[in-house]
């Protein structure tokens, strides 16, 4: 069974930074394709590229699926992330200066 949670808003950190993103959260098991996508988006990237296989199958372990609805925005340009997203299906617009 998949469940959800809506994760809107305002994220603190250290009391400080703040952070708005706007997805839902869908957990649910990795299935081999799935891992693959991520283990591929990894190699590719390249923050992750030089990492041990050890350290990126670790990573990819904390990789969880979400969604955003149509309509709304992932973040927006100069806003902190919380987390490394990977566009797996669908599609997103990036707007700079917007």
Known sequence: MRRKIKKMGVVKDDGEEIIYEHFTN????????????????LISHFTFSYLEQAVRETLLESFNFCKVDE???????????????ILHEG????EIDG
Request: proline share 3%; aromatic share 12%; glycine share 6%.
């Open 26 to 41: 869908i957990f649910r098991k990795k299935k081999p394709q799935d891992r693959k996508m991520i283990s591929d988006s």
């Open 71 to 85: 309509g709304e925005y992932l973040m927006k340009q100069g806003d902190n992330a919380s987390c490394f997203f």
């Open 91 to 94: 599609k997103l617009s990036v």
